[in-house]
Nanobody, 121 residues
Framework: QVQLEESGGGLVQAGGSLRLSCAAS????????SAWYRQAPGKKRELVAQ???????NYADPVRGRFTMSRDNAKNTLYLQMNSLKPEDTAVYYC???????????????WGQGTQVTVSS
């Protein structure tokens, strides 16, 4: 099975930057689609950014222009560069991905355990 592990969260002052990483591990797999979500206390989990199966990157309105999602296929790692952070960006950030396992081209999907991002004012 494919596992995802996030890293890079922490405490930062408003206006600062953080880069989250999400490393996928397993054997003989590909990533087709991926996304970052976040969940703030008392709120529903929301989509932050995604890379679709057509390699289109989309962003939620609150983060567009400040966050950049990327993927390193050679390292099977997703990234979320977060700039100009605001206190309202405080949340647990989760990565998720889906793809195929080989041989057999079976589909898989997975979520990471989450990483806390706290932005102080």
């Amino acid at each position: 099975q494919v596992q995802l592990e996030e890293s890079g969260g922490g405490l930062v002052q408003a206006g600062g930057s953080l880069r989250l990483s999400c490393a996928a591990s397993g054997s003989s797999f590909s990533i087709i689609a991926s996304a970052w979500y976040r969940q703030a206390p008392g709120k529903k989990r929301e989509l932050v950014a995604q890379i679709t199966s057509g390699d289109i990157t989309n962003y939620a309105d609150p983060v567009r222009g400040r966050f950049t999602m990327s993927r390193d296929n050679a390292k099977n790692t997703l990234y979320l560069q977060m700039n100009s952070l605001k206190p309202e960006d405080t949340a647990v950030y989760y990565c998720t991905a889906s793809g195929l396992k080989y041989p057999g081209r079976y589909t898989w999907d997975a979520w990471g355990q989450g990483t806390q991002v706290t932005v102080s004012s």
